[in-house]
């Protein structure tokens, strides 16, 4: 499984701000982050889902 810092997922998803992300992330947008160690990353096939579900 492919993980993504919170950079590549700005990068994946045009460049959208923080405050953005986070409020997606509240909203059910898109999935919680998975903290490993003192980081938070994102499984990569979970946002190519939510993309996918959003871009209907």
């Not at 994946?12 to 938070?40: A, C």
């Not at 990353?41 to 579900?53: C, H, M, T």
Request: hydrophobic share 40%; no cysteine.
């Amino acid at each position: 499984m492919q993980y993504l810092t919170f950079s590549d997922l700005q990068a994946k998803l045009g460049g959208r701000g923080r405050t953005t992300i986070y409020r997606d992330v509240d909203m059910g947008r898109l999935p919680k982050p998975i903290k490993i160690g003192g980081r938070l990353y994102w499984a990569e096939a979970d946002i190519d889902a939510a993309i996918a579900a959003h871009a209907g």
